[in-house]
């Protein structure tokens, strides 16, 4: 492709476009939440707020804000480990050992189905179960239920293969 | 190239939070931005024919750069004699990425589209947070559908029932999708 200035320009033009398109909702966040509730809800937004203002950034902290996020890395990092633990065990066995092929053919279309499935779809089940086992308040349901299994499996399962 | 994956890392939540606020009738940027250009102010949420586009874009505001970043590594990996041999030959630009890029990169654009496809059979959270279901019924896919009346109305019969119904057109799914990709190997 021939490099003139006009196709400079061009693509110039071009990429600024698309990255202000890309970044301006990020740019708003970070705006909104220096405004005052009052000029928030202005009917002409404005670009840079008329008074800046740190108290949202206070109210934030607060309403225990940093608690709930503690919850969800703890979340989140239990949940991973638990599925790795899970997931490494089962690759090797899928690569390692010879079933009959039927089977490890089903699995594999199994695994790759509950990765596509709305996880809505997979809730239902597991709610009913996790009443009858009194895990629906209690934080280690959600440990057990937000699995990356299906995922850590067949990331391991390419791994291993390699 | 690191600017343009930032939607992609952000969370639904927040991205729906911030897009609902971009998007309301009255306060919102994008009527505001319409109303001074001269046009009248859009229903992005309220219109029923409307809420379905503003959740569609939405969604292709924060996969973009999933896309993006595939067809990157796909376009890096062509050899650059390529395009000389192209050059020489004496293909203008417009030709040289219609009849010369696109066919190699078939195969990531193919792998992209699978992905996004399945991604959008999780659709629920953008949904849910930013419409609620549509005004009406109109923005209501199966997810939500299920999952109003599993644990809304908690009439179990109908939500297994669409669920049973929705995991057998996924395995039908899935069933081609995997054939497709043993056959490129």
């Given at each position: 492709m021939v490099i003139n200035t006009k196709n400079k320009l061009i693509f110039w033009v071009f990429l600024i476009f698309i990255t202000l398109v890309i970044l301006f909702p990020i740019y708003w966040i970070f705006i909104t939440s220096l405004k005052t509730p009052i000029e928030a809800v202005n009917?002409?937004?404005?670009?840079?707020?008329?008074s800046p203002t740190l108290q949202n950034y206070v109210g934030v902290y607060e309403s225990g804000f940093f608690k709930n996020m503690f919850n969800s890395i703890f979340v989140a990092v239990a949940s991973t480990l638990l599925s790795i633990a899970l997931a490494f065990p089962a690759s090797y066995a899928l690569v390692r050992f010879n079933f009959p092929l039927k089977f490890k053919n089903v699995f594999l279309i199994w695994i790759l189905v509950v990765k596509i499935l709305p996880p809505v779809v997979l809730a239902i089940p597991i709610y009913e179960m996790f009443t009858n086992m009194g895990l629906?308040?209690?934080?280690w349901g959600l440990y057990s239920c937000i699995s990356g299994l299906h995922n850590s499996i067949l990331h391991l399962d390419a791994f291993r293969i390699s | 190239m690191n600017i343009v994956i930032f939607p992609m890392m952000l969370s639904t939540m927040v991205v729906c939070a911030v897009w609902r606020i971009l998007y309301?009738?009255?306060?919102?940027l994008l009527n505001y931005l319409t109303t001074t250009a001269g046009f009248a102010p859009l229903?992005?949420?309220?219109?029923k024919n409307m809420a379905m586009f503003s959740i569609i874009l939405v969604d292709i505001w924060q996969w973009t750069p999933f896309a993006f970043i595939i067809m990157n590594a796909a376009m890096g990996s062509i050899p650059s004699e390529i395009f000389e041999a192209a050059q020489i030959d004496g293909a203008g630009s417009f030709m040289t990425a219609f009849k010369i890029t696109l066919p190699i990169l078939s195969s990531q654009i193919f792998l992209v589209m699978m992905l996004r496809t399945i991604d959008t059979f999780k659709l629920f959270g953008k949904v849910i947070a930013l419409?609620?279901?549509?005004?009406?019924?109109?923005?209501?896919?199966v997810s939500t559908y299920i999952y109003r009346e599993g644990?809304?109305?908690?009439?179990m019969g109908n939500a297994t029932a669409a669920s049973l119904i929705v995991l057998l057109v996924i395995a039908s799914f899935s069933v081609v999708y995997i054939r497709k990709i043993f056959q490129e190997d």
């Open positions: 009917p002409v937004p404005t670009l840079f707020p008329h629906v308040n209690n934080l | 309301h009738y009255d306060i919102g229903g992005w949420l309220i219109n419409t609620g279901g549509g005004p009406g019924n109109s923005t209501e896919t644990f809304s109305y908690f009439n």
